[in-house]
């Protein structure tokens, strides 16, 4: 599961964003928002809770603290464009942001940041930032300040004949010289990311990393042994996924309001239509659309019925499963009868050599066995078991019974030790009835009937054919081309 987060982006749209610099083809705002495009910004109007302080003039809230629809995505392409006026401050757009963060998180547990983006050549008011830098650490709020052109000796980035409003007097002894000083400053003084803009956007390629909470599956005892015995091993453990299958984002269905639809027909043959002044998560629809709320019915076939068919509820149907044509009606007591009783267990029942077992029969995504957390006798018993299995080169195959009256599975636990955790790696292994074996006829020679084998037959590829294949192989060999001086 992963973390709750709230971000703020601030966007510095002053009149000298507009500008071009450092032989780019684009302004340094279009250039700033290859990074950010569906975020906060400042502007040359006024529009948020301390506008009428005179410190808070030319910052505009323009989208709040929610999730981004397309709707409020293509409005912000519209509204963030250059203003006339360098005199919005973004130390001050940094307390209304801290504001809006606190005000939406409250107490609640969320990871908070504040992106600002700017090219440090607007006025700023340095006044009060070490309280600034305070409350950002008190509300443990991530704060990240990336500059148009500023100098980062890191990354490798130095702006040659910089604007002296953005350059550090190197005779100052105090830390809060102006804009970039002050900025990098700030930044420091609150654990914050100071760094250039151009190190973010030759970032934006990488592959994203999705940061997820693990949940354990199963939380209990890893045995070896019959159970209640003295000589019985048993070491706390805890389960958690290592692989999961990356799914598509899941869609929303929507319809044409029926208000709007100037005559149109509506869908709503298995659907009902949410109402018209119904908006979704706070937010109205400006296209005219609505979400889909998804009804169905049951129905029996009754000759005595219109239509030969009779609307029933659910709680009026029988579960039942088909036998050829037929339906065979079970209730609820006969079928509790065929289901296994189980208890959460976890338990080693056999060893097979790393050698005779294949990859092949891996049926499920991995899992980690790793031990009780704050538990220094599990660690060192499971570091044990993970150095034994690995030291006579062995899997160890277990039983898993990870909930209470759930169906048993058959793991395969394999050691895995890594300089900074050791674990056990688990996969799901098959049942005897989940192994079909086949048959297949030689691919080489036809065997008849009468068992004479055939070396030419027209199911069999001629020499020529083979030929072919074997040289169309050889040429998809990679090992075989000639690498060239540029690589």
């Known amino acids: 599961m ?54 808070y003039e030319h910052i505009t809230v323009l989208q709040p ?64 930032i070490d309280e600034i830098a305070k409350k950002i650490k008190e509300d443990d709020i991530h704060l990240v300040v990336l500059g148009v052109d500023f100098d980062d000796p890191e990354f490798g980035f130095k702006e040659e004949d910089k604007d002296p409003l953005k350059v550090v007097d190197a005779s100052s002894s105090s830390l809060l010289a102006q804009n970039e000083a002050t900025l990098r400053s700030l930044a420091e003084r609150c654990d914050g990311i100071f760094g250039t803009l151009e190190q973010a956007i030759s970032e934006l390629g990488l592959p994203r990393i999705k940061a997820v909470k693990p949940i354990a599956s199963y939380k209990g005892p890893l045995t070896l042994g019959a159970e209640g015995q003295d000589t019985t091993m048993s070491i706390d453990v805890e389960r958690y996924p290592r692989t999961m299958v990356a799914k598509a984002p899941s869609a929303s269905a929507f319809v044409v309001r029926s208000d709007l639809a100037n005559g149109e027909s509506s869908a709503q043959s298995s659907a009902t239509v949410v109402g018209d002044g119904e908006q979704r998560g706070g937010v109205s629809n400006a296209n005219g659309l609505t979400s889909v709320k ?55 029942i056999g ?60 793991v395969l636990l394999a050691p895995s030790i890594e300089p900074a955790y050791e674990c056990l790696i688990e996969v799901q292994l098959p049942f005897a009835e989940d192994v079909r074996q086949y048959k297949f006829p030689p691919l080489d020679r036809v065997v008849t009937v009468s068992g004479k084998v055939l070396k030419e037959h027209r199911n069999l590829p001629n020499n020529q054919l083979t030929k072919a294949m074997s040289d169309y192989v050889d040429e998809m060999d990679l090992s075989t081309v000639i690498r060239e001086e540029d690589g």
Request: aromatic share 6%; net charge negative.
């Open 2 to 55: 992963a973390d709750k987060e709230a971000t703020v982006y601030i966007v510095d749209v002053g009149s000298s964003m507009r500008k071009k610099h450092n032989e780019r083809d684009e302004s340094d705002l279009d250039w700033a928002m290859h990074y950010i495009w569906d975020k906060i910004t400042s502007t040359a109007s006024t529009s948020n809770e301390l506008e009428e302080e005179q410190n």
């Open 65 to 128: 603290i929610s999730q981004i629809l397309m709707d409020e995505l293509r409005n912000l392409h519209s509204a963030i464009r250059p203003s006339g006026t360098d005199a919005g401050d973004a130390i001050s757009a940094l307390v209304i942001a801290i504001q809006m963060i606190n005000k939406y998180c409250k107490k609640l547990k969320y990871r908070r940041t504040v992106v600002l983006v700017t090219n440090g050549r607007g006025s700023m008011d340095a006044g009060g």
């Open 294 to 348: 998804s009804a169905r019915t049951y129905q029996v076939i009754d000759d005595e019925a219109p239509g030969g068919k009779r609307d029933v509820e659910r709680d009026d149907l029988a579960k039942g499963y088909e036998y050829g044509r037929t339906a065979v009606h079970i209730s609820e007591s006969d079928e509790n009868v065929t289901k296994l009783e189980t208890e959460p267990q976890l338990s080693i």
């Open 351 to 410: 060893f097979i050599p790393w050698a005779k077992y294949e990859r092949y029969m891996n049926m499920s995504t991995s899992n980690v066995i790793v031990a009780q957390r704050v538990n220094d006798k599990a660690i060192m018993a499971l570091s044990s078991l993970v150095h034994a299995l690995f030291e006579l080169e062995s899997y160890a195959v277990a039983r898993l019974v990870t909930k209470e009256n759930k169906g048993p599975l058959i």
